[in-house]
Structures are given as structure tokens and as C-alpha cells.
């Protein structure tokens, strides 16, 4: 059924098994990507982990709009839009720190850790009309803790988090305790669709050719494919400890520590979880435009665990998943070459192809049954008009 919202029909973009080249490099799809996803459905902000004390604070996007997260005087959790309610800056410039307030660079105009707004400078020249317990950070509708995550939404018809997550909770339960420590943090940008960054986390073939190191090490083994609900979706195989100097040089060379399974999940739209041996990498993806990303990603630790440990998970995150990491400089270069691939139109080649393996809940490692239930959830979102959801901003 056709959106005369945009124009946009998504059942001619998604369809089982193939995905139209347009929804990675159309504008028109990324502005309804905006509006039906990101301002529609949960998004991870960040960890608790990155909040230890009131007045700790961290800047996110949820789509293109700026945020803050932080915690109150009372400890409680908030998340604000990032924008001063006098001329529109951003209040606090992009990274993460602790303060007793929020001042706006440009005016002064400072308001409290629970977006209140303090005070004014000049404040004698405004009329009788202005209002400042009118004019505080704007607090977005919803925010919800699962395992320590951090979601919020703009929409107040965001159901439970419980029930968003569904199926992917025990994978999450799985990775995250409740002693969880961030470890160490980068941010890095590429040149393409978001899109790519969902559908690689949960692509099994990939790492046999793409990713060499991995598959000469023998890291890889037998496992599955899932299509987790809602959107969501993981691999799961058998862990196996990497062979020879490429294990070495990745620090994956042991399980001794490990669980028995290693696994990477996607919680629809924004969220990667990699828990490969003793990595547990935390991915948040923030779209800019059509063909521009940029991710968020932490490796975490445990407070209980030894310092040897410690220090393997933190090496992992820069010699594995970082923008020069043994896979993540691997990615963010098929990122890039997928994007300017996909401006090559005919019709005869205008369809990308998703169909390996089974149909239905779990297939084997290597088939593409997890993307298909993203792209299912995709189209079923990119469906609903504004009549028909919940507020946003």
C-alpha cells in the first residue's frame, strides 16, 4: 500500500528475499526512515556504566537529532534533546564528562541536570510573558533500562522495553551482567547507509572471505542464524579458540575465560552486541544521511574480572572491531564500496539478492535468515503513516 505521505511504497523497496538498491542511496527513503523508525521506535543511547555519578553525562543522536544522557541530582536517568531552548545550539559540545549544570556557550542561558532551566542572564530585560519553567531541555518521551542499556523514544506509544526485545532479552541477559565497566570507547564515521553496518553484524559468510584473519584462524565453526523478532536478530556458534599467529595478533588465541558460544546480535534499528570469547563489544549506530553513519562502540568488562582479563577485552576492542581493527578496517572499507556500488542502476540489476538459506526462525550460520527478519520489520515499520503513530519530535 502506497504512503501519499512521500510517495515512498515500501512493499516495491523490500520484498522476501530481495532489497531494492534505492533503499540505501535515496534520499526521499532516508527522511522516511527518520520519521517511521527512528523517531517512532526504541533506540540505545548508552550504558549506566557511563553514567557513575550524578551530573555524568555522555552526547548521543537518536537519528539527526542531538541528545544528552545523563544522571540527575537524583540519580535518575534522563535524556534531553542537546538543543538550548534560546537560539537552538547544542548546549554541550559532542563527548562525555561530569558538571553541575548545563550552560548554553553562546548566551549563558544554564539550565539543571534535570533540564530545568536555572537562569538567565540579563534576565530583568525579558517581558512579564517569559516563562522559564517553559523553557527547559526538552526531555524525550520515553526511556527505559534493560541489563544497564539505556533506550529511549520519542514516541509515547513505545511499548514496554521488555516487549520490544522480545526474543533478543536472552542474548542480552547472555552478554550483560549487572557489574558491567566500560572499558574504553571510539566513535568513527563512514561514507554509507546504515543499513550496511545492521545487516554485516549478523552476516556469517562474510567473515570466511572478508574478514581472512578470522577465517584462517579457524575462529569460525558450526552455528546458526536467527531472526529474533521485532527486527532483531543474531549468529550464535560454537566458540573456538583462533589458531596460529593471526589468533595472537587478534588476542583471541584463547577460551579459557570464554563462553561456550560466541555470538553477535542486532537489536533493531541501532544497536550491534558482540560477544566473541572474552570481547563484548557494544555498537550504537547514529545515521546522518543517506549515505553517511556514524557508530558509537565500547568494550566492556566486568568489575569482578582479573586485571589480565580486563586488559585482553580492552585489546580486543582496538585490534578487532576499531576502524583499524583486523575486522572493523575490513568493514568500514565494504561499507564504503557497497555504497558507491549501489549507484550503478539497471533494471536488470536493481534487485539485491537476500535469499541464501532456509526460511523461517533459524537457519545455519551462514544464511542470511537474520537479515531477512530486519528487512521484515523495516518494511512493516516504513508502512505505518503519521495518523497512525505515536507523537514525535
Avoid at 584473519?213 to 558450526?222: A, P, Q, R, V
Avoid at 561499507?335 to 533494471?347: K, M, N, S, V
Wanted: hydrophobic share 40%; glycine share 10%; net charge negative.
Amino acid at each position: 500500500m502506497e504512503n501519499l505521505e512521500t510517495g515512498i511504497c515500501p512493499s516495491t523497496l523490500v520484498e522476501d528475499g530481495r532489497v531494492h538498491r534505492s533503499v540505501y542511496t535515496s534520499a526521499a527513503v532516508f527522511e522516511a526512515e527518520l520519521d517511521r523508525i527512528w523517531y517512532r521506535d526504541w533506540l540505545l543511547v548508552g550504558h549506566v556504566a557511563e553514567l557513575p555519578e550524578p551530573g555524568s553525562y555522555v552526547t548521543r543522536r537518536m537519528g539527526r537529532q542531538p541528545v544528552i544522557v545523563c544522571r540527575d541530582r537524583d540519580g535518575r536517568v534522563r535524556v534531553l534533546l542537546n538543543s538550548c531552548t534560546h537560539r537552538g545550539a547544542t548546549v554541550l559540545r559532542p563527548g562525555y564528562g561530569r558538571a553541575r549544570a548545563f550552560v548554553c556557550m553562546y548566551h549563558g542561558w544554564t539550565f539543571g541536570l534535570d533540564g530545568r532551566l536555572a537562569s538567565v542572564p540579563m534576565r530583568d530585560h525579558y517581558g512579564p510573558e517569559f516563562r522559564e519553567e517553559a523553557l527547559g531541555l526538552k526531555e524525550v518521551a520515553r526511556v527505559a533500562l534493560y541489563r544497564g542499556l539505556i533506550f529511549a523514544s520519542f514516541s509515547d506509544d513505545a511499548p514496554p522495553i521488555e516487549a520490544h526485545l522480545g526474543e533478543a532479552r536472552r542474548f542480552v541477559d547472555m552478554a550483560l551482567t549487572d557489574d558491567i565497566e566500560v572499558l574504553g570507547t571510539m566513535e568513527y564515521e563512514y561514507r554509507g547507509n546504515w543499513k550496511f553496518h545492521m545487516e554485516n553484524t549478523i552476516d556469517g559468510l562474510h567473515g570466511i572471505y572478508l574478514h581472512r584473519l578470522f577465517g584462517n584462524s579457524g575462529l569460525l565453526s558450526s552455528g546458526n542464524s536467527l531472526d529474533l523478532g521485532n527486527g532483531h536478530a543474531g549468529l550464535m556458534w560454537r566458540a573456538e579458540k583462533a589458531k596460529g599467529e593471526s589468533g595472537r595478533l587478534m588476542g583471541l588465541d584463547t577460551t579459557d575465560t570464554s563462553p561456550d558460544t560466541s555470538r553477535t546480535i542486532v537489536l533493531f534499528p541501532n544497536t550491534g552486541l558482540v560477544h566473541i570469547q572474552d570481547l563484548i563489544n557494544l555498537r550504537i549506530v547514529m545515521p546522518i544521511a543517506a549515505d553517511r553513519t556514524r557508530v558509537f562502540t565500547a568494550a566492556l568488562g566486568r568489575r569482578s574480572d582479573t586485571p589480565e582479563l580486563r586488559a585482553r577485552r580492552a585489546s580486543q576492542l582496538s585490534a578487532v572491531q576499531g576502524p583499524a581493527g583486523a575486522a572493523g578496517a575490513d568493514d568500514i572499507e565494504v561499507f564504503e564500496a557497497l555504497q558507491e556500488g549501489c549507484a550503478a542502476r539497471a533494471p536488470e540489476i536493481d534487485w539485491l539478492d537476500f535469499s541464501r538459506g532456509e526460511r523461517g526462525s533459524s537457519g545455519d550460520l551462514t544464511d542470511e535468515t537474520g537479515v531477512r527478519g530486519c528487512y521484515r520489520r523495516w518494511k512493516a515499520m516504513m508502512a505505518v503513516s503519521q495518523a497512525d503513530r505515536g507523537r514525535s519530535i
